[in-house]
């Protein structure tokens, strides 16, 4: 899944951390499409997921000194994109209490489009938002990022064999939601 190779990575940063701040763009021009499909799958809004991916990427900044170079930036990446997404919804859910993410699906366009029959993808979507986030994040870092179940298991800090039950459980009832 990294763009960059890892020693390459672990060059950027150290001379990001040295005061090349600019060098920051070449991380962000690396990641920023995973990260914005994450938000929006997760979101299912493109201009959410575009907010997102800016904190993010900012909140990457702001914390590299933090990041452990013995683990794939992606990881670290990743990891923050998912509590900054968490959280986003956690205020959403405050704000607009009884609003349904359904109404939000209508928003999103993805890259997809072209592949599948509109319903279809609309079916899928409704369903996949209709996940609980920690479901629905393992199956679109698995499925839609490519990630393996080692890197799931890494940002999420679970076990390799929780992150398979959970996902495994989340494409059964993803499945089973779409043919309702």
Do not use: W
Not at 59 to 72: Q, S, T
Not at 103 to 109: L, T
Not at 122 to 149: N, W
Not at 153 to 158: P, S
Request: charged residues 35%.
């Amino acid at each position: 899944m990294a763009s960059i190779e890892r020693e390459r990575e672990n060059s950027l940063i150290e001379e990001i951390l040295a005061g090349r701040r600019e060098k920051f763009a070449l991380l962000v021009e690396a990641y920023k499409i995973p990260i914005f499909n994450l938000a929006l799958r997760m979101t299912g809004n493109v201009e959410e997921a575009y907010d997102l991916s800016q904190d993010t990427f900012l909140k990457a900044y702001k914390n590299l000194g933090k990041y452990r170079r013995e683990k794939p930036f992606f990881t670290y990446l990743y990891t923050i994109a998912l509590n900054t997404i968490r959280n986003a919804r956690k205020r959403e859910k405050v704000r607009h209490r009884g609003e349904e993410a359904v109404s939000k699906e209508g928003q999103a366009s993805d890259p997809e489009q072209d592949l599948l029959k509109k319903e279809e993808k609309k079916k899928l979507q409704i369903a996949l938002l209709s996940l609980p986030e920690e479901d629905r994040a393992c199956v679109i870092l698995k499925f839609y990022q490519g990630l393996t179940f080692e890197e799931i298991a890494d940002i999420f800090g679970m076990s390799l064999s929780a992150v398979k039950m959970r996902t495994y459980r989340a494409l059964k009832r993803l499945k089973e939601r779409v043919e309702e």
